[in-house]
């Protein structure tokens, strides 16, 4: 835990001189990038400077208390309590800004919805899963990109992919990775019949340009006519965008915007997002000892909750959650069932690091 932070830390103090150097002053997006890593990590740095100042006040204390001067010994003697109450203060709230590890401030994240086992059903249920994370994104003031989608027949969604810009939205929903079920009965269904049909969420913490190493030879770009609604601009123009990343195979498709170089760009943030997340996956894998979080990896195939519409109910499977509310859920607020994962894994990491160093 405090190796992470005095990582942070230094980073921080890193970015803080990069600000300062004229060859960075110089180049706007380069500054421009510079500036938004300071800023996502600002917050969490500044609260990690009080406790480390605080740690040295308390000893400085002890010093104090163990020291010839009776005067001194008796000042120091009546503070030390404060400062060790303010200091845990400062170490809870440290613990629960670092929930989701080294990523856990990111102010951006993509998230990757797909329709699984269900046919038209599921890809309906990914739309409801998509509208359900818009109204809550909505309600925390984050802004939505619409990156790349596949529609269905009965305007569901076969797969849509979406970037969030916001403080705290990854630490917030970085726990929807994995697999959702749902329970009820498909609007397709004439004898009542209560179907099951899934589909998988990904949320992948998106990196700052300087963090992936990405250059136009390390992968090939296709043009095409994009598909699905847009009248028609969509048969007469080849705006849409597919990379190929060639050294792991990976695809990327964006055909959301009627321009070309939009569309590009906006294929380029998912591919570096893709490779980052490839990456941090690698790290984790490499140091699978160590504790990460108790809420699953992210893995597709992990089911992680159920919505079941005959009980309006929703349950976390990780946790035992179990809510009758599903109705006000699927309408966006999400927050309850957030609320309790982020405090599921607070006390975890309490246990874990509780103890101040």
Not at 75 to 89: D, I, K, V, W, Y
Not at 165 to 179: A, H, I, T
Not at 302 to 318: K, L
Request: hydrophobic share 35%.
């Amino acid at each position: 835990m405090r190796k992470l932070l005095d990582e942070k830390l230094a980073r921080f103090e890193e970015l803080e001189r990069a600000m300062n150097d004229p060859d960075v002053l110089a180049d706007s997006s380069r500054l421009a990038s510079v500036a938004r890593e300071h800023g996502s990590l600002a917050k969490l740095c500044g609260k990690y400077r009080t406790f480390k100042k605080l740690n040295e006040e308390i000893d400085e204390a002890k010093e104090f208390i163990d020291g010839d001067d009776p005067e001194l010994r008796e000042l120091a003697q009546a503070e030390l309590p404060r400062l060790r109450e303010e200091r845990e203060t400062y170490w809870n709230e440290l613990l629960d800004m670092t929930i989701g590890g080294e990523d856990a401030n990111r102010t951006r994240c993509i998230m990757e919805i797909h329709a699984g086992t269900g046919g038209e059903e599921a890809a309906l249920f990914a739309r409801d899963l998509y509208e359900m994370y818009r109204h809550y994104c909505e309600t925390k003031g984050w802004k939505i990109e619409i990156m790349d989608f596949s529609p269905a027949e009965m305007g569901g969604y076969k797969e849509i992919t979406f970037g969030i810009d916001g403080e705290g939205c990854f630490r917030e929903l970085q726990f929807e990775s994995g697999g959702h079920r749902v329970q009820r009965v498909p609007k397709t269904e004439t004898q009542g019949r209560i179907h099951t049909s899934a589909a998988t969420v990904a949320v992948m913490a998106e990196p700052e340009d300087v963090e992936v190493d990405l250059k136009p030879d390390d992968y090939e770009i296709d043009r095409f006519c994009s598909s699905g609604p847009g009248g028609q601009h969509v048969n007469k123009t080849a705006s849409a965008i597919r990379l190929t990343h060639k050294a792991t195979g990976l695809v990327v498709s964006c055909q959301d915007e009627r321009s070309q170089h939009k569309n590009l760009a906006k294929a380029l943030r998912v591919l570096k997002t893709r490779l980052y997340e490839l990456k941090r996956e690698e790290e984790q894998a490499k140091r699978s000892h160590e504790r990460m979080t108790k809420l699953g990896s992210g893995d597709r195939s992990q089911r992680i909750r159920t919505y079941n519409f005959p009980e309006n109910r929703v349950t976390d499977h990780r946790i035992g959650l179990t809510l009758y509310k599903l109705d006000v859920i699927l309408a966006g607020d999400l927050w309850p069932v957030v609320e309790a994962l982020l405090d599921y894994e607070r006390r975890e990491l309490r246990s874990t690091f509780g103890e101040i160093e």
